[in-house]
Antibody, heavy 122, light 106 residues
Framework: EAQLVESGGGLVQPGRSLRLSCAAS????????MHWVRQAPGKGLEWVSG????????GYADSVKGRFTISRDNAKNSLYLQMNSLRAEDTALYYC???????????????WGQGTMVTVSS | EIVMTQSPATLSVSPGERATLSCRAS??????LAWYQQKPGLAPRLLIY???TRATGIPARFSGSGSGTEFTLTISSLQSEDFALYYC????????FGPGTKVDIK
């Protein structure tokens, strides 16, 4: 069964860093663009960052540009999000999501993980 | 950045009735528009992509229409399991989501 499993969330102080991981299985990870989407408690969905299948294209929401870095390791079927200079407003459930269509850098997301919670607080 | 808006914020509907949700993009996204359903405590589920194509396993009572900047999700006859949050998303460029429409029981 195809699945995405996020990890790495937790409680972190403002200004500190955290690295999220997403482990993919059950599909050819290297063929698809991948994304991070977050959802603050009681709020809507916010696209955070995306990366093309070959890491040639990377995009970021304005709210995280310059602080977050997305990367992937196709040999390990893994997606990452390095989050630096964290702020209280980064507190959210972070989902890993897969593009529906291979070869693009942005498409509809046909698979989501269960999410990993990041809480930024002193 | 393409800004997505959705209306109404909340839609109260009786079971068996039709629900019509609207989504607007700040600039044309062609047909690069998806709809998601989200229930409490769960990840979103893809319903519609390409503005009008149902994703795998999605019942025929869900339909999407529109192109350019104006889009609609219609649920023809609401079932109890359809009461949820619905988000539209454009993917004409790097993606962005609308703020969501909550469909609740009237």
């Amino acid at each position: 069964e195809a699945q995405l499993v996020e990890s790495g969330g937790g409680l972190v102080q403002p200004g500190r860093s955290l690295r999220l991981s997403c482990a993919a299985s059950g599909f050819t990870f290297a063929d698809y663009a991948m994304h991070w989407v977050r959802q603050a408690p009681g709020k809507g969905l916010e696209w955070v960052s995306g990366i093309s299948w070959n890491s040639g294209s990377r995009g970021y929401a304005d709210s995280v540009k310059g602080r977050f870095t997305i990367s992937r390791d196709n040999a390990k079927n893994s997606l990452y999000l390095q989050m630096n200079s964290l702020r209280a407003e980064d507190t959210a459930l972070y989902y890993c999501a897969k593009d529906r269509y291979s070869g693009s850098y942005a498409d509809a997301f046909d698979m989501w993980g269960q999410g990993t919670m990041v809480t930024v607080s002193s | 950045e393409i800004v997505m808006t959705q209306s109404p914020a909340t839609l109260s509907v009786s079971p068996g009735e039709r629900a019509t949700l609207s989504c607007r993009a700040s600039q044309s996204v062609s047909s690069n528009l998806a709809w998601y359903q989200q229930k409490p405590g769960l990840a979103p589920r893809l319903l519609i992509y390409g503005a009008s194509t149902r994703a795998t396993g999605i019942p025929a009572r869900f339909s999407g229409s529109g192109s350019g900047t104006e889009f609609t999700l219609t649920i023809s006859s609401l079932q109890s399991e359809d009461f949820a949050l619905y988000y539209c998303q454009q993917y004409n460029n790097w993606p962005s989501f609308g703020p969501g429409t909550k469909v609740d029981i009237k």
